[in-house]
């Protein structure tokens, strides 16, 4: 059983770099989630997705884009890397609606920013 | 407004201690979901227990025991004869009925010593 599955795992970018972050699910979740956890303040929601082709705005959006073409893929992209990114990012997803479901969670993604 | 408190930065404790680790959380709704999540040195996060607003009962498993006592706002997690291997952050989370947006707390990191 993969579940929920994050690559890459760790990173290093310069300033102004783009990259994306790539999150594969295989439990046929129709919700999925990037969060990133800093030192002190948990887990912050990013951007979500309820469903194939589907993407809303979470706590902490700005900086960031997502796309979700594949009900299987959450994709998570940084246009111009800032230091500020620098975080450990995480991929969830979870049956239905989060209220009742718990989140399935990837292994993380460390991202430095230089 | 919806907030999550865990006071308890860091614990750290002798092997075969009891530990409790505290969660406070904050609500308008009337319905609601508790979590518990463990992030083991490893850095997933995994599902420890889910509770629903209208269910005040606490719950063991195992060596885990859950004390949720909405008078207080509160769902804490008590570990009983703690082992090396208990040794994690713990983060409590929030969520509203009909909500995607789960509120995490900052987390609590346990140190298990032998």
């Known amino acids: 059983n993969a579940g929920v599955t994050q690559t890459p795992k760790f990173r290093v970018l310069k300033t102004g770099q783009s990259m994306t972050l790539l999150c594969a699910q295989d439990?046929?979740?129709?919700?999925m989630y990037w969060y990133r956890q800093d030192p002190g303040m948990g887990l912050r929601l990013i951007h979500y997705s309820v469903g194939e082709g589907t993407t809303a705005k979470g706590e902490v959006p700005d900086g960031y884009n997502v796309s979700r073409l594949k009900k299987q893929n959450f994709l998570l992209g940084l246009e111009s890397a800032a230091p500020s990114q620098t975080s450990v990012y995480f991929c969830?997803?979870?049956?239905?609606?989060?209220?009742?479901?718990?989140?399935?969670f990837g292994d993380g993604t460390r991202l430095s920013i230089l | 407004a919806q907030k999550v408190t865990q006071a308890q930065t860091e614990i750290s404790v002798v092997e075969k201690e009891d530990v409790t680790l505290d969660c406070v959380y904050e609500t308008r709704d009337t319905t609601y979901y508790l979590f518990w999540y463990k992030q083991p040195p490893s850095g997933e996060l995994v599902f420890l227990i889910r509770r629903n607003s209208f269910d005040e009962q606490n719950e063991i498993s195992g060596r885990y025991s859950w004390n949720f006592q909405k008078s207080t706002s509160s769902f804490n997690f008590t570990i009983t004869a703690s082992q090396v291997v208990d040794s994690a952050v713990y983060f409590c989370?929030?969520?509203?009925?009909?909500?995607?947006?789960?509120?995490f707390g900052a987390g609590t990191r346990l140190f298990v010593k032998a």
């Open positions: 969830a997803s979870s049956y239905s609606t989060t209220a009742e479901q718990p989140q399935h």
């Open positions: 989370a929030l969520t509203h009925t009909g909500g995607f947006k789960t509120i």
């Open positions: 439990m046929n979740h129709e919700y």
